[in-house]
């Protein structure tokens, strides 16, 4: 089903695309063929074109979200990928992002709530000024930056709210003002460039701070197997104890010894 809609207020276009496609399955009983069964897969895109006077049609935004998709479809690359600038693949199940290089004009990537990890590979994107990774499985801050530092040069706003990488409360409650401010100082200092961090704006005072002293910021928390090795060690070493000479182990052996 494609739907056309013209919005003349915000001056574009969009185009709903609903594909229903059925699957025969054939089942097999004691070499007896039985009916049919039919499995239905329902695929929803959203693709708007925003009119621009001079130069006809210039912004391209594609949503492909809540379609509970582990990897990007290669209809969307083969299709969209040359002229979409904004890509909308939140409320799925992302665990990579392979595909990803075939939007070499993107400038907004948004991939709201998925479970993307630490291992996820970021490509050469040099018009990307947007990424939001709100509430993905992200843990290694560092490993990040490194990848946004050589794949992204554009990026100007980054949001990593949810992750156990950013650590606010709606991370983990545990987490203080102070914990996220050193966060934030850290990132800065290796992102220079960012206008926004998890929809807040850099204030100048926040991005002179990152430059002295953000380096060090970095927040570092005992991990919970770390804090159950060094009990299990701690625990060992006490039960290998004795104040007593290792030649002398009986009960009694530390009753004096009358001399005659």
């Known amino acids: 089903m494609f739907e056309i809609k013209n919005n003349s207020e ?4 969009s185009l709903n695309i609903s594909v229903e496609r059925k699957h025969s399955v054939k089942s097999f009983k004691e070499n007896k063929p039985e009916p ?6 329902v695929y929803h895109l959203q693709y708007t074109m925003e ?21 990007i479809p290669e209809a969307l690359v083969k299709l969209y990928g040359n002229k979409t600038q904004s890509l909308d693949l939140s409320y799925n199940e992302l665990v990579s992002l392979r595909g990803l290089e075939g939007f070499p004009l993107l400038k907004e990537l948004i991939l709201d709530n998925n479970d993307l990890s ?14 939001s990774l709100n509430k993905n499985k992200i843990y290694d801050i560092e490993s990040l930056i490194t990848k946004i530092q050589h794949n992204l040069p554009s990026l ?3 949001s990593l709210l949810g992750n156990k990488a950013c650590p606010n409360e709606l991370a983990d409650m545990e987490n203080d003002e102070e914990d996220y401010q050193r966060y934030r100082y850290f990132v800065l200092h290796h992102l220079p ?12 005072i926040e991005r002179t701070e990152a430059r ?13 197997a770390s804090s159950n090795d060094t009990s299990s060690e701690n625990i060992s070493w006490e039960s290998s104890f004795s104040p007593l000479p290792r030649t002398i182990r009986s009960l009694d052996d530390h009753r004096g010894q009358a001399i005659f």
């Open 118 to 131: 630490d291992s996820l590979v970021l490509p050469y994107l040099p018009h990307l000024n947007l990424l």
């Open 212 to 224: 002295r002293r953000g380096k060090y910021m970095k927040v570092m928390r005992p991990s919970t």
């Open 10 to 13: 915000a001056d574009s276009y």
């Open 51 to 71: 009119k621009d006077d001079k130069n006809g049609f210039k912004y391209q935004k594609l949503c492909y979200s809540g379609q509970k998709c582990q990897k």
């Open 156 to 158: 100007s706003y980054l």
């Open 193 to 204: 460039n960012l206008k926004f961090l998890d929809s807040t704006k850099v204030r100048e």
């Open 36 to 41: 049919k069964f039919y499995t239905t897969f």
